[in-house]
């Protein structure tokens, strides 16, 4: 039986969340509310998990207004919450810190920081005891390097905020951790390679590869075996932790 069988779920960041149908088949049985910025994301996001059991919502999660009315609608449709996965997030730039641009910094603590906050000030009051929560952290949570102040200040914030949280909730035995995987063979690390490149003078794919001591990029299904562990109860006594998807590159 899938781990998440009858689950209720909702995922932010949903498109980059369920890139693969290797990713999708893990939630054949779950109830699932997906969340993004763009409906034709969400629309193929949907698509792709092929089950009649899905639910989009466009909204921005950095919005009060719009995380309240997102976590509403997944009430209103099945009455409850049992994993939440905050995945949405946004990389910035890479550029010395005298020249970082301040709107640029502000806008990824909101999407990573603000935004992973307000789904637990509104997802959480409606979650059943015992649930699982998630935030997508990142390696660059548990490092630093230099020029990427707003994504890597974003990521050690979240751990922050997970640690706090994780005591609130645990008397409701709601488990909260943060994932904390390296470079994934996917479309937002595309995106961030190719805007590296300029900055460091070389390839941004071969200079990751060259950093990670395994020697290569994540699967999005590696990741996800990951999530699904956190996510389901297999672990109901793991909170206030940080999974690293060992890539090596935080040793």
């Known amino acids: 039986m899938p781990r998440l069988a009858d689950k209720v779920c909702l995922l932010t960041g949903a498109p980059e969340a369920l890139v693969s149908r290797q990713q999708a088949g893990s939630l054949p049985k779950a109830r699932v509310m997906l969340i993004d910025l763009r409906a034709e994301d969400l629309a193929k996001a949907a698509a792709k998990l092929g089950a009649d059991r899905i639910q989009t919502v466009v909204a921005d ?35 010395p810190i005298a020249a970082y641009p301040e709107d640029m910094f502000e806008a990824v603590l909101a999407m990573h ?15 059943n005891d015992g649930g699982s929560v998630i935030i997508a952290s990142s390696v660059a949570g548990v490092r630093g ?44 690390q595309d995106a961030v390679e190719a805007n590296l490149g300029k900055p460091i003078a070389r390839d941004g794919a071969a200079f990751f590869d060259d950093t990670i001591q395994l020697g290569r990029h994540a699967t999005p299904n ?6 699904l562990y956190l996510a389901s109860d297999e672990s109901r006594f793991t909170t206030g932790s940080r999974l690293i998807v060992g890539d090596g590159m935080s040793a």
């Open 145 to 188: 390097d230099s020029g990427v102040y707003g994504y890597i200040t974003a990521k050690h914030a979240q751990v922050s905020l997970m640690r706090c949280l994780a005591k609130e909730l645990a008397p409701r035995r709601i488990r909260i951790n943060t994932i904390h995987p390296g470079p994934i063979a996917n479309g937002f």
């Open 113 to 127: 920081v603000k935004g992973a906050s307000l789904m637990r000030k509104h997802a959480t009051p409606q979650m």
């Open 222 to 227: 590696e990741v996800a075996q990951s999530v």
């Open 61 to 95: 999660v950095s919005r009060l207004a719009e995380v309240a009315e997102a976590v509403g609608a997944i009430v209103r449709h099945w009455g409850r919450i049992d994993f939440l996965f905050s995945n949405a997030g946004n990389f910035g730039v890479v550029a």
